[in-house]
């Protein structure tokens, strides 16, 4: 008999690993950085106008990388203007790593930081329950939506926290993108339980025209190296698998027909792109900026 699937996020531990073994094998980061360089500044320009201190929460902050990236760009269009950034991310191994690379990190005399260890719900929760709506310049929710019990609720309730000149920033994987491919072809079959859910850009146009909100939509172009993957045993493949899948040792506990399907699909041309040898997965992302 063999073992059951059984949810990535059932292990903390190992979803992390995958997490930064995706990080490191994805060229993710970078394409978001190179939206922050270009596009960002654009989308910013007005939210400090005549404000003494910006107010900008970071939903799913993770360990901070793009949140100090776009700190720097708030604090180049606003400079000597106080930022107050309050971060909520229910990972206390994610936070740890945010507050070092706060204490590496120069120029950030006039931003005060707020941690909060919980999840965007319960975030929600809190501030109902103290009866408090505490109102937000710029709100940014990147790679974060897959784990909220009711998406385009969560939308809402965020979008209600803007201040009339402020943005909503949200970043999520391409509706053109492989990750489409494969979760509209096999999601059925994974183990997502009430943890997770899959959403791309491709659904969001509906969510948002049916809550009247205007927006616009950027792609930004990204792979991720899979090579890895096709070698029987090897361990980073393994790991990549259960990011893909969002299944805890997907490559030990699939069935066999499953994995067999998936691995060829993964190799199509909906999926990837072969490369100078490398399997080379389509992750594009696209981040979309809501008006208040």
């Known amino acids: 008999m063999a073992l059951p699937m059984r949810s990535l996020l059932t292990n903390p531990d190992r979803y992390l690993r995958?997490?930064?073994?995706?990080?490191?094998?994805?060229?993710?980061?970078?394409?978001?950085?190179?939206?922050?360089?270009?596009?960002?500044?654009?989308?910013?320009?007005?939210?400090?106008n005549g404000k003494s201190t910006?107010?900008?929460?970071?939903?799913?902050?993770?360990?901070?990388e793009m949140d100090l990236l776009?700190?720097?760009?708030?604090?180049?269009?606003?400079?000597?203007?106080?930022?107050?950034?309050e971060v909520i991310e229910p990972s206390a191994?994610?936070?740890?790593?945010?507050?070092?690379?706060?204490a590496q990190t120069s120029n950030l005399g006039k931003v005060k930081f707020t941690w909060h260890e919980e999840t965007a719900d319960e975030y929600e929760s809190r501030?109902?329950?103290?009866?408090?709506?505490?109102?937000?310049?710029?709100i940014h929710m990147i790679q974060m939506l897959y784990y909220v019990k009711d998406i385009p609720a969560t939308v809402r309730y965020f979008h209600s926290l803007l201040e009339s000149q402020a943005k909503l920033l949200i970043i999520l994987v391409s509706?053109?993108?492989?990750?489409?491919?494969?979760?509209?072809?096999?999601?059925?079959?994974?183990p997502l339980n009430d943890l997770c859910s899959y959403v791309?850009?491709?659904?969001?146009?509906?969510?948002?025209?049916?809550?009247?909100?205007?927006y616009q939509l950027y792609e930004l172009p990204s792979h991720l190296d899979i090579t890895s993957c096709f070698i029987e045993g090897d361990k980073d493949g393994e790991l990549l698998l259960d990011f893909l899948t969002e299944t805890l040792e997907f490559s030990k506990t699939a069935p066999p027909?499953?994995?067999?399907?998936?691995?060829?699909?993964?190799?199509?041309?909906?999926?990837?792109?072969?490369?100078?040898?490398?399997?080379?997965?389509?992750?594009n992302l696209c981040a979309i900026v809501i008006e208040p």
């Open 70 to 85: 776009i700190l720097s760009k708030v604090q180049a269009r606003y400079p000597g203007v106080a930022i107050n950034n």
């Open 18 to 48: 995958s997490f930064r073994l995706f990080l490191e094998k994805s060229t993710e980061h970078q394409s978001m950085r190179e939206f922050m360089e270009r596009q960002l500044p654009d989308v910013i320009a007005s939210i400090g």
């Open 175 to 190: 509706g053109k993108s492989g990750w489409e491919t494969l979760w509209k072809k096999y999601g059925s079959s994974f």
């Open 54 to 64: 910006i107010n900008v929460l970071s939903i799913g902050g993770g360990a901070g």
């Open 257 to 283: 027909e499953l994995k067999h399907q998936l691995m060829e699909e993964l190799r199509k041309p909906g999926c990837s792109e072969n490369r100078d040898g490398k399997v080379l997965f389509n992750n």
């Open 127 to 138: 501030m109902n329950a103290e009866k408090k709506s505490k109102k937000w310049d710029f």
């Open 93 to 102: 191994d994610q936070i740890s790593k945010y507050k070092e690379r706060v």
């Open 200 to 214: 791309s850009s491709g659904d969001f146009p509906k969510i948002l025209d049916s809550a009247g909100l205007k």
